[in-house]
C-alpha cells in the first residue's frame, strides 16, 4: 500500500456495503485514508437507503457505490477493477430457512468465486480477505474444548444434526474452503478472518440480528438463551480492524479465528444486572439449567502473534451495544 503520508492509501472494494461489518470496515477505512468502492444489491421497487454511509466523515469524496448482487458474480467487476485490496464480506444469510441449504451454498460459494476471479482478472488486487464465521469452525461434533484454525466444521455432522443456522454454516465452510484453494491455485493472495458473535454499536438504520442476539436477557428473548449457553464473542470495530489488519500485513497466510472471549449465559446475566439493574435480567440460578450448544473457546493467539491487538473488553462491548439500543429506541 502506498505511504499515509503522501495522502492516497490506495482503493479498497468492500462488498456487502450496507452490512453491519461491512459498514464499520468502511467507516475504519476512511478514517485510515484509503478510498472505497462499496457493493450493494439493489432491491426492486424501493430504493435503499445509504445516508448512513455517505454521511461518515470522507465518504463524499471517497465513497463509492457499486450495485452488485452474488446470484451475479460478474457483476461485482466493476466495483473491483482499480482496486488493490477487495474485502468480502457479502454472504446470503437465510435464518428462516425459505431457501434450500443448496441454493444458499450454490450462491455463495459461485459469488465468492465470481468475485476471486474478477480479482485475478482486474491485475490491480494483490490481496483479498474473505469474512468467513464461527460456524465454519466448531460444528463438527468434536469435544475440543478449544478450537484454532486447523479446525473446520464437518458439513456431512451439521446436514446430519441440523442445528441453528445450519445450512448457512455449510454454505461458508464450503465457501471459504473454496476461495482459499482459488487464491492458491490462480497466485492470488486470500486470507480469511474467522468472528464469532459480534456485538457492539451499529450506525446501520436495523439493530443487526447477531447485536439483538447478543443483548437477548435485555430483551427477555428467552427462546434465543440457548444460543447463549456459552458463547464466544467479539466487539465489531475488533473485527473491522482486524480486516484491515490483515490487508496491509506483509505475509498473512490462510485463515485466523477473531474472538478474545468465551463466556456462558451465567457471566453475562452476572455482568449485566450489576451494571444494569434497571433492567429485568434473569437471576443466574434460573438460567443453569438452560439448553444449548455449549461452544468450544475459539482460539485467536495466530491473528495476536500476528501482531494484532484487540482493543475492547466484554463490559465495554455490551456498554457499546446497550447504549447504541436506547439512543435508537430499542431498549
Not at 464437518?154 to 465457501?175: G, I, Q
Not at 427477555?220 to 465489531?236: A, N, S, T
Not at 473485527?239 to 474472538?259: D, M, Q, T
Request: charged residues 25%; negative net charge.
Amino acid at each position: 500500500m502506498e505511504s499515509s503520508e503522501a495522502g492516497k492509501k490506495g482503493k479498497i472494494c468492500v462488498t456487502g456495503g450496507t452490512g453491519f461489518i461491512a459498514s464499520w470496515i468502511i467507516k475504519r477505512l476512511l478514517e485510515d485514508g484509503y478510498s472505497v468502492n462499496t457493493t450493494i444489491r439493489s432491491l426492486p421497487g424501493r430504493k435503499r437507503d445509504v445516508s448512513y454511509l455517505t454521511n461518515l466523515p470522507g465518504a463524499s469524496q471517497k465513497l463509492r457505490f457499486f450495485n452488485a448482487d452474488l446470484s451475479e458474480p460478474e457483476s461485482f467487476k466493476d466495483a473491483i477493477d482499480g482496486c488493490s485490496g477487495v474485502l468480502h464480506t457479502a454472504t446470503p444469510f437465510d435464518l428462516q430457512e425459505n431457501e434450500s441449504e443448496e441454493v444458499v451454498t450454490k450462491r455463495t460459494i459461485e459469488g465468492a468465486l465470481g468475485i476471486i476471479r474478477a480479482c485475478v482478472n482486474s491485475n490491480t488486487v494483490r490481496r483479498v480477505v474473505y469474512t468467513s464465521s464461527a460456524l465454519a469452525v466448531v460444528n463438527n461434533g468434536k469435544d475440543d474444548d478449544v478450537m484454532d484454525e486447523g479446525f473446520w466444521s464437518d458439513v456431512n455432522y451439521l446436514r446430519r444434526v441440523k442445528p441453528f443456522s445450519w445450512n448457512y454454516a455449510v454454505s461458508k465452510t464450503l465457501a471459504e474452503k473454496a476461495v482459499l484453494e482459488f487464491g492458491q491455485e490462480n497466485g492470488l493472495e486470500v486470507v480469511s478472518l474467522i468472528p464469532s458473535l459480534v456485538s457492539g454499536p451499529f450506525f446501520c438504520p436495523n439493530i443487526p440480528g447477531s447485536v439483538r442476539l447478543s443483548l437477548a436477557l435485555l430483551f427477555g428473548e428467552k427462546d434465543q438463551y440457548g444460543r447463549l449457553r456459552r458463547v464466544h464473542m467479539v466487539h465489531v470495530d475488533d473485527v473491522a480492524r482486524a480486516h484491515i489488519f490483515l490487508l496491509e500485513h506483509p505475509n498473512p497466510k490462510g485463515r485466523y479465528n477473531c474472538s478474545p472471549f468465551i463466556v456462558t449465559i451465567e457471566e453475562m446475566a452476572q455482568l449485566l444486572s450489576v451494571k444494569y439493574p434497571e433492567f429485568q435480567i434473569p437471576s443466574k440460578e434460573s438460567l443453569e439449567d438452560i439448553k444449548g450448544y455449549k461452544l468450544p473457546e475459539l482460539c485467536s493467539k495466530k491473528l495476536m502473534d500476528a501482531g494484532f491487538e484487540f482493543k475492547y473488553g466484554l463490559e465495554q462491548m455490551f456498554d457499546d451495544a446497550i447504549q447504541c439500543c436506547k439512543e435508537k429506541g430499542y431498549l
